[in-house]
């Protein structure tokens, strides 16, 4: 069975700084994906970024970027240069299989950042 | 506009009375899934399909029943709801860097 676990309930940095939120993961797939995303408190769920597991480089989408270990099974988010609109609830997933070959996703319980001014 | 719709936004029903919450995605997407979030609880995922007329059970799909007889829609399908799936609902659909999420269904079972 999967399982995703986020170990910081809350985080809070200071604005213009780099954060990183932990997510580790557990699994005995050999094909998965690890996904981050972000929750405002707006409510809507927004996508972030993307790792397969047969994936060598670490993923980076803007000021996002997803520090991949394999052997140590964790997928940490990187926040550089934080916003105050970056405060929100962060999730980490996890997907079995790939594109051609997708089944469950398993979620963390979440991570709520704040950012200070 | 790339987008994932979801009917109602928001419902309160009574227990038992059958509803259908729909999921629509314009994006050809072969991957489609459903969530509930619950205080506390993070995100759960009920039913996933990976292309027409393939679905498979999440974690909690107790009470819950779909269908993918079209790629575009996936609906969700309470039949006889129950106070404990109230809850916030979210369809989701896509792969890899291109995943989107509906805006959610509020349900509230009394």
């Known amino acids: 069975a999967q399982k995703i676990t986020q170990t910081q309930p809350g985080m809070f940095v200071q604005e213009k700084e780099a954060v990183t939120l932990d997510c580790t993961y557990d699994?005995?797939?050999?094909?998965?994906?690890l996904f981050w995303y972000k929750q405002p408190s707006s409510g809507e769920m927004i996508f972030l970024i993307y790792?397969?597991?047969?994936?060598?480089q670490n993923a980076t989408e803007g000021r996002y970027s997803l520090n991949f270990q394999k052997a140590r099974k964790s997928a940490n988010l990187v926040i550089s240069a934080s916003q105050l609109g970056d405060s929100a609830m962060y999730f980490c997933?996890?997907?079995?299989?790939?594109?051609?070959?997708?089944?469950?996703?398993?979620f963390g319980d979440g991570t709520t950042l704040t950012v200070k001014p | 506009e790339a987008q994932v719709t979801q009917n109602p936004r928001y419902l309160i029903t009574v227990t038992g009375k059958k509803l259908t919450v729909t999921c629509s995605q314009n994006?050809?997407?072969?991957?489609m899934s459903w969530y509930r979030q619950d205080p506390g609880l993070g995100l759960r995922q009920i039913y996933y399909?990976?292309?027409?007329?393939?679905?498979d059970k999440g974690d909690v799909p107790e009470g819950y029943k779909v269908s993918r007889k079209e790629k575009r829609n996936f609906p969700l399908i309470l039949e006889s709801p129950s106070p404990n799936q109230t809850s916030l609902y979210f369809c989701?659909?896509?792969?890899?860097?291109?995943?989107?999420f509906g805006p959610g269904t509020r349900l509230t079972v009394l």
């Open positions: 989701a659909s896509g792969w890899g860097n291109e995943q989107f």
């Open positions: 699994t005995s797939d050999q094909s998965y994906g």
């Open positions: 790792q397969g597991s047969y994936d060598e």
């Open positions: 997933a996890m997907r079995e299989g790939n594109r051609t070959n997708a089944g469950k996703s398993t």
């Open positions: 994006m050809n997407h072969e991957y």
């Open positions: 399909s990976m292309n027409v007329e393939v679905t």
